[in-house]
Nanobody, 127 residues
Framework: QLQLVESGGGLVQPGGSLRLACVVS????????VAWFRQAPGKEREGLSC????????NYADSIKGRFTISRDYAKNTVYLQMNSLSPEDTAIYYCAAREQFVRRCLFRPPSGYDYWGQGIQVTVSS
């Protein structure tokens, strides 16, 4: 059973950056895809990005492409989401999630396709 814990959220000014971390405990990440999602008040949960163990497997939603970067550190069993050029529209609760994955390409839709979830962390972009 995987357990996921997010960290790195908080308040940031427009144009600023944050790096979220998702620490995964339990089995090795080699057999899992990990994705980042977010949910703003009154909106559906939105898939942002995912990654597998295969080099170049990163996949991004159009809404964050070029601004956010997903990466993973095997030694730390951690997946990161580097978020740059943040705007108030990025304000949301951010979640990481995982599912078993044995092929290169991952998908981040629908959220129901992921079995293990973190508790979520607030990101607020405001001046």
């Amino acid at each position: 059973q995987l357990q996921l814990v997010e960290s790195g959220g908080g308040l940031v000014q427009p144009g600023g950056s944050l790096r979220l971390a998702c620490v995964v405990s339990g089995p090795t990440l080699d057999s899992y895809a990990v994705a980042w999602f977010r949910q703003a008040p009154g909106k559906e949960r939105e898939g942002l990005s995912c990654i597998t163990k295969y080099e170049g497997s990163e996949n991004y939603a159009d809404s964050i492409k070029g601004r956010f970067t997903i990466s993973r550190d095997y030694a730390k069993n951690t997946v990161y989401l580097q978020m740059n050029s943040l705007s108030p529209e990025d304000t949301a609760i951010y979640y990481c999630a995982a599912r078993e994955q044995f092929v290169r390409r991952c998908l981040f839709r629908p959220p129901s396709g992921y079995d293990y979830w973190g508790q979520g962390i607030q990101v607020t972009v405001s001046s």
